[in-house]
């Protein structure tokens, strides 16, 4: 069964950091492009970052650029999302995904996904 399984959400202050995990398993880590989006309440789900099989090539929304990193773990199959100088509307459930890499785009349509795990609760107060 493949499984996508978030972990690392919590409250937090504007200004700080927290560090997202996605748990993978159930699928070749090394074929399949990790993404992460999220979903704040009244508002779409978005794509935030993407990281490529080969975990060479990443992308990130504007609103994140430059804050967020993207990484991966090939031994624990596992994707970080390291996320600096938090802002209020950074508050959002997010969620890790996954799909065949036969792209090198920034893929942001939340349909070409194929796995989703559950979410994790990011909240960042004043």
């Known amino acids: 069964e493949v499984q996508l399984v978030e972990s690392g959400g919590g409250l937090v202050q504007a200004g700080g950091s927290l560090r997202l995990s996605c748990a993978t398993s159930g699928i070749t880590f090394d074929t399949y492009a990790i993404a992460w989006f999220r979903q704040a309440p009244g508002k779409e789900r978005e794509a935030v970052s993407r990281i490529s099989s080969s975990h060479g090539i990443t992308g990130y929304a504007d609103s994140v650029n430059g804050r967020f990193t993207i990484s991966c773990d090939n031994a624990k199959n596992t994707v970080y999302l390291q996320m600096n100088r938090l802002k209020t509307e950074d508050t959002a459930v997010y969620y890790c995904?996954?799909?065949?890499?036969?792209?090198?785009?920034?893929?942001?349509?939340?349909?070409?996904?194929?796995?989703w795990g559950q979410g994790t609760q990011v909240t960042v107060s004043l």
């Open positions: 995904t996954a799909m065949v890499d036969w792209t090198i785009a920034y893929v942001t349509a939340d349909y070409e996904y194929d796995y």
